[in-house]
């Protein structure tokens, strides 16, 4: 049987319908009940946004007319022009059949033509395996693919409700004397929302990034606002918290995200100012969003969230707020001849 790569139309409903099923089939395979992959809905939004700063692409591997893979191919157009971001999902029925390298194939071309030459992708793998990702089938497709782990993380889950004292307790801990919070519920409003893009285009850079091969992402307010844009027309809702410095900068901020597809929250980026770390500032905030979650969100049954392993500080931040972890994901590189 020939093995078939095929671009998918993001307005084919039927055609983006099969990429999807491959996609969420092997993340469950792998991950069961923690697998953290977008919903049907969300992913076929992002696929027909226009963006200014992504191209992005999916594909299937068909056999036979019947789906046997899935992939995805995204190009940032604003910044980090040398790399491409891959992700090569194959349900288990279809596994070690030549599926995924043919794919993984297909989307190294599409970058080399595009002038990349680092490609990147996150695999994960159960917490009960090792650290080096030993044993897990992706991990070992990754390896004999010249794919190498550039940067550890670690996936951890709160479980929710956090109870009012503890929640309580733990801000009486962190002061964050001298500093305003200030939270909200959706978009960020317009009299913060050129720091917090600043502050969250850094966070690739700023938090521990190992051996990748990145810079600062861009941080126009325009492109950032399209983004918000997207994310209401995906059914998410964002909740967002910031501490204010004395000297009225924004010193510190973090952002949850709800699926309204099936409920879980997913932590996105928490930063603090160099010059103001050393403050509680980050755990006051994420304390201060959870609250807000927890009241405006009560059926929202848990938390995700991802930090790389070597981020001491951060993961005793979650340790506090009572995450446990469930997976590891490694971030890859390769850099393309």
Do not use: C
Not at 218 to 232: H, L
């Amino acid at each position: 049987m020939t093995i078939e790569i095929q671009p998918v139309d993001a307005f084919d409903a039927p055609a983006v319908d099969a990429w999807w099923e491959a996609y969420a089939a092997a993340r469950r395979a792998d991950l069961g009940e923690d697998a953290t992959a977008w919903s049907l809905e969300e992913s076929r939004t992002e696929l027909q946004q226009e963006s200014a700063t992504f191209h992005r692409q999916a594909f299937t591997a068909t056999e036979d007319g019947v789906v046997v893979g899935s992939a995805s191919l995204a190009l940032t157009l604003k910044d980090n022009l040398h790399v491409a971001a891959v992700g090569v999902n194959i349900p288990p029925q279809h596994r070690r059949r030549g599926v995924g390298s043919a794919l993984l194939s297909a989307l190294e071309d599409e970058a080399k033509r595009a002038g990349r030459t680092t490609m990147r992708a996150d695999i994960f793998w159960s917490s009960s395996l090792p650290a080096d990702g030993a044993g897990a089938a992706n991990r070992e497709f990754a390896r004999r693919h010249g794919y190498d782990i550039a940067l550890g993380d670690l996936q951890n889950r709160l479980d929710l409700p956090v109870a009012d004292g503890v929640i309580d307790a733990l801000i009486a801990e962190a002061p964050a004397d001298g500093y305003r919070i200030r939270s909200w519920v959706g978009p960020v409003p317009e009299e913060f929302v050129g720091e917090w893009a600043v502050l969250d285009a850094s966070l690739d850079t700023e938090a521990p990034t190992g051996d990748l091969d990145i810079e600062a992402a861009s941080a126009d307010v325009q492109d950032f606002r399209a983004d918000e844009a997207m994310q209401a027309a995906q059914n998410r809702t964002s909740f967002g918290a910031i501490a204010i410095a004395p000297d009225g900068h924004i010193a510190g901020y973090t952002q949850v995200v709800v699926s309204g597809d099936d409920g879980k929250a997913y932590q996105w980026g928490t930063l603090v100012r160099r010059e103001d770390r050393g403050h509680g500032i980050g755990l006051r905030i994420k304390l201060e969003n959870l609250r807000a979650l927890q009241q405006l969100s009560p059926q929202t049954p848990h938390v995700y969230t991802f930090n790389a392993e070597s981020n001491e500080h951060m993961l005793a931040v979650n340790t506090r707020l009572g995450f446990t972890m469930v997976a590891r994901m490694a971030e890859l590189q390769k850099r393309l001849g």
